[in-house]
C-alpha cells in the first residue's frame, strides 16, 4: 500500500526541443533538439532517444550545429526563445530537402512555425510548462518572471501552432489545461526495462566497493533546491546511521561521514547503484514525469517521492508519496520504507505500465491519426 503524508502542491518541468519525422518509415525523420548527445544522459536526452525508437530513421539537428548569433546573447533574458528560433530556422532552411510529413516540437520549439502550420501536422511535446515550473520551484527573483511570463509565452504560442499536444502524464496536463487553457493526449514516458531491473544487492554492492553493513539512501539528481537537494542534506544529519549516496550532476562535495558523493553515469551503472541501495528518496519540488522513481522501482527498491510528476498518477507497493512537502514527512518516509523492504518482487508493475513497446505504440497510432 502507498504511504500518503500530508497535503500537496503543484509543481513542474521544462522543455528544449523540436522533432520531425515522416510516417513513412522509409523516408526521411529529423530530431531538431538543443542538448547534444552525451554518455550521461538527462531525461530529455533519454527521452529523445525513446522517440527515436518509435522512429528509428531519425536524423538529429541540434542546437550545437544550428546557432547562428554571437555568444554574448547567452546574456540575453530571452536566451532559450533565442535558441528555439535557431533551431527553428535551421529546420526551416532544410525544409525543402527534408520534405517531412509530420513535425514534433518539445515545448516552445515550434514558436516560430506558424506559417508552416497549415502546411505540415504538428505535435507538440508537452513536459509540465515553464509556468507550473516557475510557480512551484522558483523563488521571486529575475528567473522567475523570465520563466513564469516570457518563456511561457514562447512555449504557449508553441503549443498554439501544433495539430496536437501529447503530455507525459496526467499532471502535465492539468498544468497545461491550468495555464494555457490547451487540451492533450497523454503518453508517459517508457523506461528500458531490460536495463532497469532488479539485480542481487549484495552482489552490486561487492562491485560498487560499497558496505555491506550499513542502510544505503540513494539520491538521484542535480544538487540544486529544484530538485529537493536542500532536503536531502538536512536528511543526512536526521538519519546518520545511514550511508547516502549521492549521483549528481556534476558531481557535488557533501563534507559529512555517512556522505559518499559519485560521478554520473551511464543509465547500465545506475541501474546497479538503485539495486545495491535500501530506498532512493526524491524530493524533486518540480517534474512533470520523473525518471528517478520509475527507474528505482523498475529495480524493485522502494522510493519516498514527492507527490508530482508521473508520482501522481502511480499506485504501487514499494512507492511513498509525500504529500506535504517537509523534512519532517520524508524522514517519516524514509523510516518506513526501510523498516518495509519488499519480500517480492514488484518490477513487472513498472514493466507492464512504462515499457517501451506500448510508448512506441502509442505515437505510432497517434501519427498516424493526422498524417
Known amino acids: 500500500m502507498a504511504l500518503n503524508i500530508g497535503n500537496c502542491c503543484e509543481v513542474l518541468i521544462k522543455d528544449s526541443f523540436l522533432f520531425v519525422q ?66 527553428q530556422d535551421h529546420f526551416v532552411k532544410e525544409l525543402n530537402s ?38 512551484c520551484s522558483f523563488q521571486r527573483n529575475l528567473n522567475y518572471f ?42 508517459g514516458n517508457a523506461i528500458d526495462a531490460h536495463m532497469f531491473n532488479s539485480l542481487n544487492k549484495e552482489k552490486m554492492r561487492m562491485e560498487l566497493n560499497l558496505p555491506l553493513d550499513k542502510k544505503i539512501i540513494l539520491f538521484v539528481g542535480r544538487a540544486d533546491y529544484s530538485k529537493g537537494f536542500d532536503v536531502v542534506k538536512q536528511l543526512m544529519d536526521l538519519h546518520k546511521d545511514c550511508l547516502f ?39 524533486s519540488r518540480f517534474e512533470g514525469f520523473g525518471y528517478v522513481s520509475i527507474e528505482a522501482l523498475a529495480c524493485n527498491i522502494p522510493v519516498v517521492a514527492y507527490f508530482t510528476g508521473i508520482v501522481q498518477d502511480l499506485n504501487h507497493p514499494l512507492l511513498y508519496k509525500v504529500q506535504h512537502f517537509s523534512v519532517a514527512n520524508f524522514s517519516k518516509g524514509l523510516n518506513y520504507a ?34
Not at 562535495?253 to 545495491?276: D, G, I, R, T, W
Open 22 to 87: 515522416s510516417i513513412d518509415f522509409n523516408m526521411v525523420k529529423v530530431l531538431l533538439t538543443h542538448e547534444s548527445f552525451s554518455a550521461v544522459k538527462a531525461g530529455q536526452e533519454v527521452y529523445s532517444e525513446q522517440l527515436k525508437k518509435a522512429f528509428p530513421d531519425l536524423e538529429i539537428l541540434n542546437f550545437q550545429n544550428s546557432k547562428t548569433f554571437s555568444q554574448l546573447e547567452w546574456l540575453s533574458v530571452l536566451r532559450e526563445p533565442l535558441h528555439a528560433k535557431a533551431v
Open 245 to 283: 549516496v549521492c549521483i549528481t550532476f556534476p558531481k557535488i562535495f557533501v563534507h559529512k561521514s555517512n556522505v559518499l558523493c559519485v560521478n554520473p553515469m551511464e543509465q547500465s551503472q545506475l541501474a546497479k547503484y538503485y539495486s545495491a541501495s535500501d530506498v532512493v528518496v526524491f524530493p
Open 338 to 371: 526501510l523498516a518495509h523492504f519488499p519480500e517480492k518482487d514488484y518490477s513487472e508493475i513498472i514493466r507492464t505500465q512504462f515499457g517501451l513497446p506500448k510508448f512506441i505504440q502509442k505515437f505510432q497510432n497517434l501519427a498516424k491519426t493526422i498524417i
Open 146 to 187: 523570465r520563466t513564469r511570463y516570457l518563456y511561457s509565452w514562447f512555449e504557449k504560442k508553441s503549443f498554439q501552432n501544433c495539430s496536437k499536444i501529447v503530455s507525459n502524464s496526467s499532471f502535465s496536463d492539468f498544468n497545461l489545461k491550468k495555464y494555457y487553457h490547451l487540451n492533450s493526449t497523454v503518453i
Open 98 to 135: 527534408l520534405n517531412p510529413e509530420l513535425v514534433f516540437v518539445n515545448g516552445m520549439f515550434g514558436w516560430n512555425l506558424n506559417n508552416l502550420k497549415k502546411q505540415i501536422p504538428i505535435i507538440g511535446i508537452n513536459h509540465g510548462t515553464f509556468s507550473a515550473l516557475a510557480d
